[in-house]
């Protein structure tokens, strides 16, 4: 994507897009990063084509946090990083949770409990004697892999490496100790850069292969995609320790929480399992993972591997003809995370709980959909009671701000208005971000007001004449997604 910024608007342009998923191999799934690599170089060489008379100034790079790369002591890379579905951290956290308290780990890290996270994978490999772990000089998370390829600069950035449960938030500085007692060794970490830093310029031959020349910089962005998209929020920022807002970052995962000065490390922040990631500009953004539209998203692989080719608008209309609240799922309960069949799984878990079975694939659309809403009231609830105020406004953006009868399902069930939009927000706090470091922007708020006049966004208020039948289903929800694990 290419931002311009004329001083008072921005706007975005599609330069090259591409597939990104897992290779399965041997028994594994992996990221194939080279090839990603090979399609970041053909855009940046589109984007320098389609620049014209413009000059492109800088860089940067977001992706999805918890998964990494190594390097050698050669500066070489060792191995495609596993994708975080892998099955090899398959038991690693409760074993882990064995050997340290949840309270010890979340006072030392301040992150939400999940299989996925990198301190996981790094156990799971560590056990497994994986000898790329065994020989690494380097671990460079996912966009710091692409920092390094540009410039042959490895740096570590501060939003990405809080995703990784091994990141002290209120020591700004890794957790050694916790990892010395997991028998991992800490010296592949490198120190912590902050969002804006400049990295430096791009190496003379990616500058050959790209066409861009030797003044455009490389500028760490919040490098978590989501760090990068609650920056393009379009709230207007006060001082407030806790705002009354919150955001949803709504794609593959959703990602709902509120912006903070200062992570929570409390007692009911780890009994909710919420998580306190590193946001930019001195923020942290203390949230929790939901499943999201994955749900959704496999089931259109499902279909459309049986013929069905259906549109995301197609969906959409498909829900819209469905009954309203017949049956409910948790979304964030683990046989969704990977299943072979995921409107067969979801089909199953309504029968197994009691509920009707979804007649048809509308059906099945509608119960993914008004379970994903039910469960955003339910962290909203959460959220409320963790920052100890109401929420008055849910920010969508992202991907889902296009998803209508989901917004208008979340505005219902959580009784809030609801703001969809922009959906390239990431993009966009990205470029911001890159903007904020080169003195274009001043700052965060300045970024916002910028978002605001520069996108539409669309209202969604709570139909008063659903309240009931809401309420009366998040009754029912409740039951299947009660409270997480706990202290």
Known sequence: MTAAFDGGRISLKEAHRFVNGPVHAAGHMYWDVLALWSEIQSGMR????????????????????????????????????????????SGVMEAVLEAISRRSIFQQTGLQFMPINTLYQIVGMHRAGNTALSAASRFLMIPDLFHWLMTGVATNEFTNATTTQFFNPQQRTWATELLAELGINSSMLGDVIEPSTDIGPMTRQVQEQTGLGSSVRVIA????????????????????????????????????????????????????????????????????????????QECRRVWVRDGHHYEWETLCEMAASAPPLQSLVNPDSPRFASPRNMPAEITAAC?????????????????????????????????????????????????????????????????????????????????????????????????????????DIREFTPRTDAKAAWDQAFERFVQLSPEPIGV
């Open 46 to 89: 589109a984007a320098a084509g389609q620049a014209g008379q413009h000059e492109i100034t800088s860089v940067g790079v977001d992706a999805w946090g918890v998964d990494f790369c190594l390097l050698g002591a050669d500066g070489r890379l060792l191995a495609n990083p596993f994708h975080y579905r892998d099955p090899h951290t």
């Open 221 to 296: 962005p919040g490098t978590h995609d989501t760090a990068s998209a609650v920056v393009a929020v379009p709230a207007e920022t006060d001082d407030s320790e806790q705002p009354n807002w919150c955001y949803l970052s709504s794609g593959t995962w959703s990602l709902m929480g509120v912006e903070s000065r200062t992570p929570v490390i409390s007692d009911d922040c780890l009994r909710l399992n919420f998580t306190n990631e590193g946001g930019v500009c001195g923020t942290w953004r203390v949230l929790k993972n939901i499943a999201g539209l994955w749900l959704l």
């Open 351 to 455: 029968v197994e709980s009691g509920q009707p079975e979804p007649a048809n694939h509308a059906a099945v659309v509608r119960c993914a959909l008004e379970s994903l809403a039910l469960k955003y009231r339910q962290v909203l609830g959460w959220l409320e009671q963790l920052i100890g105020r109401e929420i008055a406004t849910i920010h969508i953006v992202g991907g889902g701000a296009h998803n209508a009868p989901l917004n208008q399902a979340t505005a219902d069930a959580c009784g809030r208005r609801v703001l969809a939009g922009p959906t390239e927000a990431t993009a966009l706090g990205n470029a911001l971000v890159q903007a904020i470091a080169t003195g274009a922007v001043a700052d965060l708020s300045q970024a916002r007001a910028i978002v605001r006049d520069s996108y």
